[in-house]
């Protein structure tokens, strides 16, 4: 799991050079030095925002999937306020999920439905074919009769 060590803007700021960079992302604060020749999109745009919140360019861009994936990998902690329950959710502030338990979840009975499904496969038919022969019956009854 990502780490969850808080930081200030003022601490993130003294990481924004080359050799340490250091950026916030939704919360994230993510150190990039190692990512900064890697980047596809350059360097210089890493170090141009290093050392500060940097959502509005990275989410400006659309990254990728991937890329928000890569945020995980080089995430160093969180931005005071913020606190993350698992990899992929929503920032939530102040360790409002903290202690949660997983909600449960219910698998869905369906012998129910398919018992219906059996009752009326088995007399439905049979219900038609009783009154079509009523129906005959009755039919040629009246025949008879006139
Ligand atoms: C100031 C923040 C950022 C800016 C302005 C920025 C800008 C860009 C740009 C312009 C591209 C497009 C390159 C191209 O198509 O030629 C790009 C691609 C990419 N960036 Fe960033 N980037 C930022 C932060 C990050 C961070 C922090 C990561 C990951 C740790 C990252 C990962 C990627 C990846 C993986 C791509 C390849 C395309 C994709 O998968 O979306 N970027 N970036």
């Known amino acids: 799991m990502a780490e969850q060590r808080v930081f200030t803007l003022s601490q ?3 990481h924004k050079s080359k050799k340490d ?3 916030v992302i939704n919360g994230r604060v993510v150190d990039v030095t190692k990512f900064l020749e890697e980047h596809p999109g350059g360097d210089e745009v890493l170090i ?3 050392g500060k919140d940097a959502t509005k360019s990275f989410e400006d861009i659309g990254h990728s999937k991937a890329a928000h994936n890569l945020l995980l990998k080089y995430q160093v902690g969180v931005l005071q306020g913020y606190s993350f329950q698992e990899a992929d959710s929503k920032v939530s502030s102040r360790n409002e999920y903290k ?3 997983m909600s449960a979840f219910v698998i869905k009975d369906n012998r129910l439905p398919s018992k ?3 009752f009326l496969e088995f007399f439905v038919p049979l219900l038609v074919a009783g009154f079509f022969f009523s129906y005959r019956y009755l ?3 009246a025949e008879i009769t006139h």
């Open 99 to 101: 202690g949660k338990e």
């Open 116 to 118: 219906y499904v059996a």
């Open 139 to 141: 039919t040629k009854a």
């Open 48 to 50: 141009e925002s290093a």
């Open 21 to 23: 960079c250091w950026l």
């Open 12 to 14: 993130i700021a003294q």
